[in-house]
């Protein structure tokens, strides 16, 4: 029910269009308070009512377990990187799966402060296999969704060795449920499925809470920002109330008789399965990732003749779909769907995709 284009940017990226026009609606006088959200100190009662609400619908639609602290953090993905090995490493040994290339950052960037090991390396078409974990590692990181390779875990990996999982799930977070059981802490920038860039949600077990390193911030201390409920400093106060009207959305999304996080789970995987057949079918387009881990957020796909690849970018934007260029370190495509984008802007790229190679091959 929109003219607005689709648009497919990785992140920051599309959000609900009814969140978008509930925000212009109450962006000069949210609720009667005669002051934009932007506008209110967080600790007054209307924004405390806000992340309060944004936080409980949060774990109600992920079924957040009660010994996990919600955390509303800044610094994105790229600043837990450094936050999570000041936190949770003790200086000592961290072991990184690579998977693609958002796995290889969180590598070196914890570099700085601990001892890493590459537990196992793929090509960022797969998932390897057979890992070399230590048993006296703080914690094994792993990215559940590579938004650059378009890899993703559909089962997180189920450690036995008693050191807990960190997964950086910034760009499939909330698109899916997670299994709680197998994670110690999560983390993820909200410029994907859950609103504005400058807020960083963390899931993190309270037994993993007290062990930062001296270097480390004080408001990048999670037992301290768990302790002041994320309100240590000033949290991105327009970011969190934009992510709980995403969760008022997510909560009422209702698709495939399903609601929720279920029905948004399940419009995902028939957009995904949309595309990826499309691609398959065509000897024109391709995508190159394993099968089995084959991300439904983040779709990258070439062209078999690069050299159209600008008119398919130019012709893709004067049809309406946006931001289909692949990240500048893999080329080609890569058409990010996440949670707000709905079914028909897939089916408008599935006819784009049909009618481009029958004018071009
Ligand atoms: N991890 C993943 C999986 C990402 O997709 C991104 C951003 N695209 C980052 C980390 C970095 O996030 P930020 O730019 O918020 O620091």
Redesign the pocket.
Known sequence: TSARPFNFS??PATLPEPVLRQVAAEMLDWHGSGMSVMEMSHRGKEFISIAEAAERDLRELLSVPEGFRVLFMQ???????AIVPMNLSRGGKVDVVVTGS??R??AAEARRYANVQIAAEGNGREIPRDWRLRDDAAYVHV??????DGVEFHDLPHLTHGVPLVI????HLLSRPIDWSRVGLAF?????NIGP?GL?LVFVREELLGHALDICPSAFNYATVAAAHSMFNTPPTFAIYVAGLVFQWARQFEYAGKRGLAALEQRNIDKAGLLYSALDASGFYENRVDLACRSRM?VPFFLQDEALNETFLAEAKAAGLLQLKGHKTVGGMRASIYNAMPLEGVQALVGFLKDFEARHG
């Open positions: 990785a992140g610094g994105g993905g790229l600043g837990e990187n958002w796995s950052k969180s990215c559940s969704n590579e938004t650059i950086d799930c910034s760009s993820g920038g909200a410029q994907k860039a960083t983040n």
